[in-house]
């Protein structure tokens, strides 16, 4: 007997058990192959993570690797195990021989190095360092040749993170695959016909989903199961999009980065590159400018020493022996004036000062180099002018010659010109205008923008035909900005130089304005006279650890009159002070040498201090710098003198502190 219905019960039974293991299959397929692109994508990813991090640790250690500096190259590979899933990093050199190393997994790090298989473990990348091409040309650096390999870096990435992502993904896919097979079944046991239409619909776009196809909606405007489950695919299909959209701009912000840091590192190289290159330039011209006249020193000093020559020869000898002894030490007074104005401790004393006065003064010293050359130097005056301004005549002095100076060597033929102006004299603001004015070689535009750069001239060549250190304009631009001015330039190569300083005159109130030639003639100086020489009477104790400048600090001392006695450094120093107090022959004053060895200066200074003695001490030292004379004070020294030896200079501060109140004088200092 055949029941109504069983047929179609039965055929929808088939047709659903049909169409489930179609669906079953179907979601398999499509599960399995989410579940590959997802293990793909992760383990792209993965690698992408870990590429990064070693061509970023390449471009990083490309310079130290060239070197050899394993200390950066140490820091270098500690910095990278920051980066996320890094285990461990090796920087090998050309021959793979390990320059760096470091690791958080120092089994994985020792299993890698034996050669054992840990790809299961983790992802490994190795990445070439090759020298990067460079804008300058270096040939004799010895660093190599541009795009040579000059070592290699390893980057190991933990996998254990991708690998709980890839199960995670794996089971949200199977979990996903079954709700929907169960969801289909119900499906297809009530509605075959509609239903299958439907679900082949949903089967398409999961095939899309499956090929990575996610900007197609799904849309199904049914409230069944089928619509319900469309709109669950709809949801996967757009957490999907997000993803993939978020790791596309992860990617892209990784490029970015990458990016960012490789032109940041390119700029470092650069300028580390023109850095050295400033500093061998730098180191070059002052080898020549202090070993030029050394070299004259050190060879009439020889002649001085084995040759039969006349005394009009040999006074010839000590004068070019003194001359560039004074150019040496011009450097280096250079150098410190530097080192003060950048340290801010540049200071200047403002007082009124004869402007026309001073130019001529510096003229009439500067006219027998111009006439050496065959050059005239001129002086201009352009009326009216002030008699007298308030500034600083030491710094200001030091600007014109610095000026006239240069601008003398620069020119071979013509005439150097000195102009003095003032601009806005019946206004409020007066400025005084000192022009410097040269037929030399003029400038270029590139070159006016670094003339002011201290250590720089024009060029190198400019350098090797004309000496000098660089340093001239640096000082006097700044000396000029101290004292609320500036100095400006214009120049035109093979034609000339202007250089103009501008100064603020100060208050002109009660100042006579000047209106003609007459009333600027410079007023004759005085002639100079030799000072007396102080005469010395007591006993001093010289600390001083050089053999040469005992000799002659001491024959000084001697010569004045003092009785002196000589040690080599501050504890002897100590042990002779208090072997003259035993012998009740004290000593009246100390000459300390602030760096010996055993115990300098400073430390025998403080003990005396820390005793009670009251004997004057003066500071005797090499050092310049700003700051060093209140460091000698701080330490109880009661005054402070420096090498080169000021012969006058020296017996004058002895002698004021030999004086009968001279330990009223010590007890008062700092």
């Given at each position: 007997m055949n029941i109504p219905g069983t047929r179609l019960t039965g055929l929808r039974v088939k047709a659903t058990l049909l169409l489930l293991l179609l669906v079953v299959a179907v979601q398999t397929v499509s599960a399995t192959i989410t579940i590959i692109e997802t293990n793909r994508r992760l383990a792209l990813e993965q690698r992408v993570s870990a590429e990064s991090v070693a061509?970023?640790?390449?471009?990083?250690?490309?310079?130290?690797?060239?070197v050899g500096d394993r200390t950066e190259l140490d820091r270098l590979a500690g910095g990278a195990l920051r980066q996320s899933d890094t285990v461990f990093v090796f920087l090998l050199d050309s021959a793979q021989r390990p320059m760096a190393r470091a690791s958080r997994d120092e089994e994985l790090a020792g299993a890698y190095a034996r050669g054992e298989d840990i790809s299961a473990r983790a992802v490994v990348v190795e990445h070439a360092v090759t020298i990067a091409p460079s804008d300058l040309d270096l040939p004799e650096s010895g660093h190599g040749k541009s795009g040579e390999i000059i070592?290699?870096?390893?980057?190991?990435?933990?996998?254990?993170?991708?690998?709980?992502?890839?199960?995670?993904?794996?089971?949200?896919?199977?979990?996903?695959?079954?709700?929907?097979?169960?969801?289909?079944?119900?499906?297809?046991?009530?509605?075959?016909?509609?239903?299958?239409?439907?679900?082949?619909?949903?089967?398409?776009a999961s095939e899309r989903i499956a090929h990575g196809q996610l900007h197609e909606p799904i849309t199904d405007?049914?409230?069944?199961?089928?619509?319900?489950?469309?709109?669950?695919?709809?949801?996967?299909?757009?957490?999907?999009?997000?993803?993939?959209?978020?790791?596309?701009?992860?990617?892209?912000?990784?490029?970015?980065?990458?990016?960012?840091?490789?032109?940041?590192?390119?700029?470092?190289?650069?300028?580390?590159?023109?850095?050295?290159?400033?500093?061998?330039?730098?180191?070059?011209?002052?080898?020549?400018?202090?070993?030029?006249?050394?070299?004259?020193?050190?060879?009439?000093?020889?002649?001085?020493?084995?040759?039969?020559?006349?005394?009009?020869?040999?006074?010839?000898?000590?004068?070019?022996?003194?001359?560039n002894g004074d150019h040496l030490l011009n450097i280096i007074n250079d150098i410190l004036d530097l080192s003060k104005i950048e340290a801010g401790k540049m200071t200047v004393e403002l007082a009124r000062c004869h402007v026309c006065q001073l130019v001529a003064e510096v003229a009439s010293t500067l006219r027998v180099r111009a006439t050496g050359k065959g050059i005239k130097l001129l002086v201009e005056h352009v009326f009216p002018l002030p008699q007298t301004i308030e500034s600083d005549p030491l710094r200001l002095r030091q600007i014109v010659v610095n000026l006239v100076g240069n601008a003398l060597k620069f020119t071979e033929t013509g005439a150097v010109r000195i102009r003095v102006r003032c601009q806005s004299l019946d206004q409020g603001s007066p400025r005084i205008m000192l022009d410097v004015i040269d037929s030399g070689i003029g400038l270029s535009a590139p070159q006016i923008a670094s003339l002011f750069?201290?250590?720089s001239q024009a060029d190198g060549s400019t350098t090797r035909k004309y000496g000098g250190t660089g340093l001239?304009?640096?000082?006097?631009?700044?000396?000029?900005?101290?004292?609320?001015?500036?100095?400006?330039?214009?120049?035109?190569?093979?034609?000339?130089?202007?250089?103009?300083?501008?100064?603020?005159?100060?208050?002109?109130?009660?100042?006579?304005?000047?209106?003609?030639?007459?009333?600027?003639?410079?007023?004759?100086?005085?002639?100079?006279?030799?000072?007396?020489?102080?005469?010395?009477?007591?006993?001093?104790?010289?600390?001083?650890?050089?053999?040469?400048?005992?000799?002659l600090i001491g024959f000084l001392l001697r010569k004045a009159g003092a009785e002196v006695t000589i040690v080599g450094h501050g504890r002897l120093a100590l042990e002779a002070f208090a072997a003259a107090r035993e012998e009740n022959r004290?000593?009246?004053?100390?000459?300390?040498?602030?760096?010996?060895?055993?115990?300098?200066?400073?430390?025998?200074?403080?003990?005396?201090?820390?005793?009670?003695?009251?004997?004057?001490?003066?500071?005797?030292t090499?050092?310049?710098?700003?700051?060093?004379?209140?460091?000698?004070?701080?330490?109880?020294?009661?005054?402070?003198?420096?090498?080169?030896?000021?012969?006058?200079?020296?017996?004058?501060?002895?002698?004021?502190?030999?004086?009968?109140?001279?330990?009223?004088?010590a007890l008062s200092s700092p």
């Amino acid at each position: 007997m055949n029941i109504p219905g069983t047929r179609l019960t039965g055929l929808r039974v088939k047709a659903t058990l049909l169409l489930l293991l179609l669906v079953v299959a179907v979601q398999t397929v499509s599960a399995t192959i989410t579940i590959i692109e997802t293990n793909r994508r992760l383990a792209l990813e993965q690698r992408v993570s870990a590429e990064s991090v070693a061509i970023s640790l390449a471009q990083a250690a490309e310079l130290s690797l060239a070197v050899g500096d394993r200390t950066e190259l140490d820091r270098l590979a500690g910095g990278a195990l920051r980066q996320s899933d890094t285990v461990f990093v090796f920087l090998l050199d050309s021959a793979q021989r390990p320059m760096a190393r470091a690791s958080r997994d120092e089994e994985l790090a020792g299993a890698y190095a034996r050669g054992e298989d840990i790809s299961a473990r983790a992802v490994v990348v190795e990445h070439a360092v090759t020298i990067a091409p460079s804008d300058l040309d270096l040939p004799e650096s010895g660093h190599g040749k541009s795009g040579e390999i000059i070592g290699r870096v390893v980057v190991g990435q933990s996998a254990q993170g991708m690998h709980a992502a890839q199960r995670a993904q794996a089971l949200g896919t199977l979990s996903t695959t079954l709700v929907v097979i169960s969801i289909l079944g119900a499906a297809v046991f009530f509605g075959v016909g509609t239903w299958t239409r439907r679900l082949g619909l949903l089967a398409g776009a999961s095939e899309r989903i499956a090929h990575g196809q996610l900007h197609e909606p799904i849309t199904d405007p049914r409230s069944d199961e089928i619509g319900r489950l469309a709109r669950a695919f709809e949801n996967m299909r757009v957490a999907l999009a997000q993803r993939e959209s978020e790791r596309q701009q992860f990617s892209q912000t990784l490029q970015l980065q990458i990016a960012e840091r490789t032109h940041d590192l390119q700029g470092a190289l650069r300028a580390a590159e023109g850095a050295a290159l400033a500093k061998s330039e730098f180191l070059a011209n002052m080898s020549h400018e202090i070993r030029t006249p050394m070299t004259a020193i050190l060879g009439y000093a020889e002649l001085l020493q084995t040759s039969d020559a006349s005394t009009i020869d040999r006074d010839d000898y000590l004068r070019t022996i003194r001359r560039n002894g004074d150019h040496l030490l011009n450097i280096i007074n250079d150098i410190l004036d530097l080192s003060k104005i950048e340290a801010g401790k540049m200071t200047v004393e403002l007082a009124r000062c004869h402007v026309c006065q001073l130019v001529a003064e510096v003229a009439s010293t500067l006219r027998v180099r111009a006439t050496g050359k065959g050059i005239k130097l001129l002086v201009e005056h352009v009326f009216p002018l002030p008699q007298t301004i308030e500034s600083d005549p030491l710094r200001l002095r030091q600007i014109v010659v610095n000026l006239v100076g240069n601008a003398l060597k620069f020119t071979e033929t013509g005439a150097v010109r000195i102009r003095v102006r003032c601009q806005s004299l019946d206004q409020g603001s007066p400025r005084i205008m000192l022009d410097v004015i040269d037929s030399g070689i003029g400038l270029s535009a590139p070159q006016i923008a670094s003339l002011f750069t201290a250590f720089s001239q024009a060029d190198g060549s400019t350098t090797r035909k004309y000496g000098g250190t660089g340093l001239g304009l640096a000082i006097s631009k700044r000396l000029a900005e101290i004292l609320g001015g500036d100095i400006t330039v214009s120049s035109e190569p093979g034609v000339g130089s202007v250089f103009s300083v501008v100064l603020p005159t100060g208050s002109l109130v009660g100042v006579p304005i000047l209106t003609d030639a007459s009333s600027a003639a410079p007023t004759a100086p005085a002639k100079a006279v030799a000072p007396a020489l102080a005469a010395l009477s007591g006993r001093i104790l010289l600390a001083e650890d050089g053999p040469d400048n005992q000799r002659l600090i001491g024959f000084l001392l001697r010569k004045a009159g003092a009785e002196v006695t000589i040690v080599g450094h501050g504890r002897l120093a100590l042990e002779a002070f208090a072997a003259a107090r035993e012998e009740n022959r004290p000593f009246d004053l100390i000459l300390m040498d602030m760096q010996m060895p055993e115990m300098d200066g400073y430390e025998a200074t403080r003990q005396l201090r820390r005793a009670g003695e009251t004997i004057p001490v003066i500071a005797l030292t090499a050092h310049a710098m700003s700051g060093d004379r209140d460091k000698c004070l701080a330490v109880g020294c009661s005054d402070y003198t420096t090498k080169p030896i000021d012969r006058a200079r020296l017996l004058e501060t002895c002698a004021r502190w030999l004086r009968p109140d001279a330990a009223a004088l010590a007890l008062s200092s700092p």
